[in-house]
């Protein structure tokens, strides 16, 4: 993307039009857009939220397979959302397979 205000390094002032969210996996900043959600349930459950809109914590991920591939590595998505409790694993196939879905 290209810089509007000439690109110096220092931080404009103005609030970011977009919210950034860190990945899990890779720990890049990016554009919440740009991310998937994972999301805790106030009932505990954890699930794919593609509206940004459901309720609960929630944790992102870049579309990118390796940032996926690390962040189960490390067991990034559990350490965010459900400290002490594994995370199912349908909840990677979910995603496993939607990020497949963009590789393709
Ligand atoms: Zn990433």
Known sequence: ???KNG???????????????KCIGCGERKKKTDLIRIVRSPEG?????????KPGRGAYLCHSVA?????RKAHRIEQN?????PVPESV????EEELQ????
């Not at 459950?45 to 809109?53: P, Q």
């Not at 990677?92 to 995603?95: H, K, M, N, R, S």
């Open 7 to 21: 690109g110096t390094a220092k931080q404009p002032l103005k609030p970011k039009k977009f919210p950034e969210r």
């Open 1 to 3: 993307m290209p810089e």
């Open 92 to 95: 990677y196939d979910a995603l």
């Open 45 to 53: 459950e954890i699930s794919l939220d593609f509206t940004g809109r």
């Open 67 to 71: 940032c996926f591939r690390a962040a």
């Open 81 to 85: 959302l459900t400290p002490g409790s």
């Open 101 to 104: 879905k963009d590789d393709a």
